[in-house]
């Protein structure tokens, strides 16, 4: 394997540069100190040749919307759930993630800590960006301590109600070493005392939420499946919207309008409603999942074609965990197979995403950008499904899989 100062150039016969309409043929990427140098035809004198053959080579994939971090069990230790998450990270880079964007688990320091530990080379994985938690209003969507004895006097998750409490909660997760801020806009499907219709922030605490993570230098995201949620989330200028599944067209529109991103989770869902009458899928499940994925199936469908439709900016975002971290690419089919076009879903986890998570020497392949690059056999603008199977993966330089086959 090539070290930090050593010059590679890595060759495929077909190259996408996360920018171009279409692919290029035969490209070879000069990489050094982890580096993008050149990209084009020419030699380097002295360097290591990849040449990866009948493969597709594009910027390495960043996933906006991971779970990294199990919540499945809550009263497991925090060390064991961090060590539990590093399977997660190994498999989604192996997936051709080098960066993602985690939304939350229910202790904060988790994920900030590996952060850290990933960009000091201790666990392999994707570059994280973190939201340490999901604030929310007690009893939505965020409040982790539902259902557990009200004797114990413990509450769990970034529990707030009202605007005071809101900026509280907010500098509490800048404390914490928050990248973004994350809310609960809307109830979800996974939480069983609230419901995906609800709204769970008036406009009043939304857009003092925003207003202070905006103070603090923070982005923020929402998590919100209805109009209502996603309107008050989009006019108080929150970053991204997780979801939206059961949003209409007039309030894509908005989020357009407003340069708000959209984050679908498509795979998720579609794999829900396809496994709706399979009880094997569903008897590791709650009861609740279910029958409110049941209740809302018509509306789910109706909506889902409706940021093809739209002008609203997209990025990729799977939500691994709710599904196995190693399905993450699905969301590639997902997309496309509701109208949204090859190019515009190969640049949601590439370009876009990197706008969105304002990380500009991501998602491109260009002299000076991080050396971020993955490659699969055959052509994903032909079949989207090859973006499953990435068989070559380099972060910063450094190859971290190279299936030779």
Not at 141 to 159: I, M, Q
């Amino acid at each position: 394997m090539p070290d930090d100062g050593e010059s590679v150039v890595v060759v495929a016969d077909r190259f996408w540069d996360g920018v171009s309409d279409h692919p290029a043929g035969r490209t070879g990427v000069l990489v050094r100190g982890g580096r993008v140098e050149r990209v084009g035809p020419g030699r380097a004198e002295g360097a290591t040749v990849i040449d990866l053959g009948d493969r597709t080579l594009v910027p390495g994939f960043i996933d906006c919307h991971v779970h990294v971090v199990s919540e499945s069990s809550p009263d497991t230790s925090v060390s064991a759930l961090a060590l539990a998450a590093l399977p997660a990270m190994r498999t989604l880079l192996d997936n051709g993630f080098t960066t993602v964007r985690d939304l939350g688990c229910a202790n904060p320091a988790i994920t900030v800590d590996l952060r850290e530990a990933q960009r000091a080379g201790v666990v392999a994985g994707p570059r994280l960006v973190v939201a340490p938690r999901i604030i929310s209003g007690r009893g939505g969507h965020g409040d982790k301590s539902a259902g557990l004895p009200v004797r114990f006097g413990v509450e769990l998750g970034a529990v707030a109600d009202g605007v005071d409490e809101v900026i509280r909660v907010v500098r509490e997760e800048a404390r914490q070493g928050a990248d973004w801020i994350k809310f609960a806009g809307t109830g979800g499907f996974s939480t069983e005392r609230d419901d995906p219709e609800r709204v769970t922030y008036s406009e009043e605490e939304v857009h003092a939420l925003v207003s202070t993570a905006r103070d603090l230098g923070k982005p923020t995201a929402v998590h919100a499946f209805t109009d209502e949620g996603v309107r008050w989330a989009a006019l108080a200028g929150v970053r991204s919207v997780e979801h939206a599944s059961l949003a209409g067209r007039a309030v894509l529109d908005l989020m357009a309008d407003k340069g708000t991103w959209l984050v679908p989770t498509r795979f998720v869902t579609f794999e829900f409603l396809r496994r709706l009458d399979d009880d094997a899928f569903w008897a590791d499940k709650p009861d609740h999942l279910r029958s409110g994925i049941r209740r809302h199936a018509d509306r789910l469908r109706e909506c889902a074609g409706n940021p093809a439709d739209s002008d609203v900016r997209i990025a990729f975002g799977s939500d691994a965990s709710v599904l196995p971290h190693r399905d993450n690419w699905r969301e590639f089919t997902a997309m496309v197979s509701t109208g949204i076009g090859t190019l515009r879903a190969l640049r949601a986890a590439t370009r876009e995403a990197a706008a969105l998570l304002d990380l500009p020497d991501r998602g491109v392949v260009r002299p000076g950008a991080a050396a971020d690059l993955v490659a699969m056999p055959g052509d994903p603008f032909d079949d989207i499904g090859c973006t499953g199977g990435v068989d070559f993966v380099m972060q910063g330089g450094r190859v971290k899989r190279h299936d030779r086959g």
